[in-house]
């Protein structure tokens, strides 16, 4: 698990320098704004249709090895990407094929970290999944702060250079790490009742709202800037205050509680997300109370992130996850398409989009515990950290 923790953790550090060069490049550069970002955004959601078979025929076993191959394939694209970044249109189409990887690995990362976790028993789980992913949420809001100052050192392009040849080191390192579950462990979880199709579809459900979230907060951001004459730097200062909220929830979890129940963090998601919005209703200033609303945002996500990635563990075999998160990510352009369209009739509410996609997600959370206690009986109410 530690090597899982280190690389993963860089994997997250380099994509959000990425994530943000490429965001902001696109909506401030001549011939880019909502449009072209909201192109860009939509497109990047489409590789993942293709993903779900990939993942359930890849012919590469283990999921640290299918990892390292979709971080070659990241390395390559983003040698391109550094090649034509002054064409707008050439980037939001290898901005495509960048995504056809970055799906990839959202599922490989979750089957190697199943590989990983395989018998171990609830408590530790949860741990791990809380300590990993506070890991990989501070790296991410890292990256975003970094971005701007690397650029003033260096231009964008050898930015992108330097991030392909990380991305291309964290692979081959990667290939070091090959546990699977063994194959007695694999059936057992599958044999199990709560991996009916019903409980499966809610997860589905359930992670069909992780992308959304993120890829509306991201696609929000530049916007909510450059109405407000605000640079780069501060969308990665909010980038990182979102990624600290997410942080500050995994350590909760993880550190400072014994027990606690997933009701108490359910209701807890909602009053942040709801104090959030009315933040920034009341102060539409772009300062500190949107500093203050991403920070909400960011511990209700991150809190509802780690409970469904170590439910979802804890009830699936590591294939089973990844088919279902691959699935889940697919089926998420469609919800990203409708609410960048809507996004595009009334600009003005745009930032609203990822604090409701979250409220949904604790909905969908609810019916996740709802069908559990159906088909298990009385599920347990507290959740040891």
Known sequence: MKRYTLYSGSYRFFSGVVLLLLNWHIASSQGGGYDALAIATALSFVPAVFVPPLVRFSPIAGGARMTAAGLAGVSLTLLLIAAGYDHVHVLVALNFVLWIFFFFLESTWEVWFNDEASGLDGATLRRHSSLTMTVNQVALMVGPLFAPLFTRVVSAQWVLVGCAVLFAGVAVLSLGSHRTETTA????????????????????????????????????????????????LTVGIMDMILGIGMAVAGTFLHRLTKSLGVGWVLTGAVGAVTAAIAVWLLLPAFGVPQMVAIFALGCAFGSLRVILRAEAASAFSPRQVGSIVA???????????????????????????????????????????????????????????
């Open 185 to 232: 462990e694999q059936l057992e979880k599958e044999a199990r009742p709560q991996g009916a199709g019903s409980l499966k579809a809610l997860y589905l459900l359930a992670f069909l709202l992780i992308w959304p979230i993120l890829g509306t907060f991201n696609f929000m951001l530049p916007l909510q800037a450059l109405a407000h004459d605000q640079g780069m």
């Open 327 to 385: 699935n889940a990510n697919a089926c998420s352009l469609v919800l990203l398409a409708a609410v960048l369209a809507g996004g595009r009739l009334v600009p003005s509410l745009i930032w609203l989009a990822p604090f409701v996609l979250t409220l949904l997600l604790v909905l969908a959370f609810h019916r996740i515990r709802r069908a559990q206690g159906k088909s298990s009986g009385p599920i347990p109410t507290e959740v040891s950290v």
